[in-house]
C-alpha cells in the first residue's frame, strides 16, 4: 500500500508569491493534518481536516489556507509568502481525528528567497 | 496555549550507553505520542500511551506516562547507531496534536 505521498518534494519561490502544497493519504484514512517544520524545531500545527471539514486550526496567519476534497486528499495554500516561511511542510494522514497515530510523508521543503 | 517541551535539546552518548528523554506539558493530556525522525527523514510513530502511569516497552526502548498526564518519557537501553534521530513527543488534548522540540540524539560508535 502506499504511503502519505506529497508534491512537489521541493519548492523555490519569491517572497510575495503564492504557493500550494499537495497531499495524498493513505487509502481509508479520512483526516489529514499540515504541519510546518523549521530546521532544528518540531513540527508545528496548522491545520486539520476531517471528511473534508476543518477540525483545527494552529496559530497561523490567513496567508495559510487548506482544503479537503471529496477523495480526502487535501492543500495547503500560502499566499504573499515570506522569508520566514521557507520550512518543510509535512502532510499527515490518519483514520480518524483526535486521538490517531499520524503517518507523515516525506515533505516539501519550500524555500523563499 | 498548549505547550509541549522536551527535554535535554541534544544528547550524545557513547554506543552502549543508556538515553532518556523527557517531555513535559502544560496541561493534561488525553493521550501522548511518541515520533521518530531520522535525519533527512520524516517524523515516524513509535507509541501512543493513553493511561495514567501507563508503562509500555519496545524491545530496548521504553516508555512512560506519568499519573498527572502532564509528562512522559522514553527511556533506550543500551543505545546502538540505528537510534540515531530525533524524538519527539507529541501530546493530544483535543483535536491538536502538539509536538515538543524534540531530543537529537547522536550515538558514536
Known amino acids: 500500500d502506499a504511503g502519505v505521498t506529497q508534491s512537489p518534494t521541493h519548492l523555490i519561490k519569491t517572497r510575495g508569491q503564492h504557493v500550494t502544497l499537495r497531499c495524498s493519504p493513505i487509502?481509508?484514512?479520512?483526516?489529514v493534518s499540515w504541519y510546518q517544520q523549521v530546521l532544528g524545531q518540531g513540527p508545528q500545527f496548522i491545520f486539520q481536516y476531517y471528511e473534508k471539514e476543518e477540525r483545527g486550526r494552529g496559530n497561523f496567519p490567513d496567508r495559510f489556507s487548506a482544503r479537503q476534497f471529496p477523495n480526502y486528499s487535501s492543500e495547503l495554500n500560502v499566499n504573499a509568502l515570506l522569508l520566514g516561511d521557507s520550512a518543510l511542510y509535512l502532510c499527515a494522514s490518519s483514520l480518524g481525528q483526535g486521538n490517531s497515530p499520524l503517518h507523515f510523508g516525506n515533505g516539501t521543503r519550500l524555500t523563499v528567497t | 496555549g498548549q505547550q509541549v517541551m522536551q527535554i535535554p535539546q541534544y544528547q550524545h552518548v557513547q554506543e552502549g550507553e543508556d538515553f532518556t528523554t523527557y517531555c513535559n506539558s502544560s496541561?493534561?493530556?488525553?493521550?501522548i505520542q511518541w515520533y521518530k525522525q531520522r535525519p533527512g527523514g520524516h517524523p515516524v510513530f513509535l507509541i501512543q500511551?493513553?493511561?495514567?502511569?501507563e508503562v509500555k516497552k519496545q524491545k530496548r526502548l521504553t516508555f512512560q506516562f506519568g499519573e498527572a498526564k502532564k509528562n512522559s518519557s522514553l527511556h533506550i537501553t543500551a543505545t546502538q547507531t540505528t537510534d540515531v534521530g530525533t524524538y519527539f513527543c507529541?501530546?493530544?488534548?483535543?483535536?491538536?496534536?502538539?509536538f515538543g522540540g524534540g531530543t537529537r540524539l547522536m550515538v558514536k560508535p
Open positions: 500511551l493513553v493511561k495514567s502511569g
Open positions: 496541561t493534561t493530556l488525553s493521550n
Open positions: 487509502s481509508g484514512h479520512k483526516s
Open positions: 507529541a501530546g493530544n488534548a483535543g483535536n491538536m496534536l502538539t
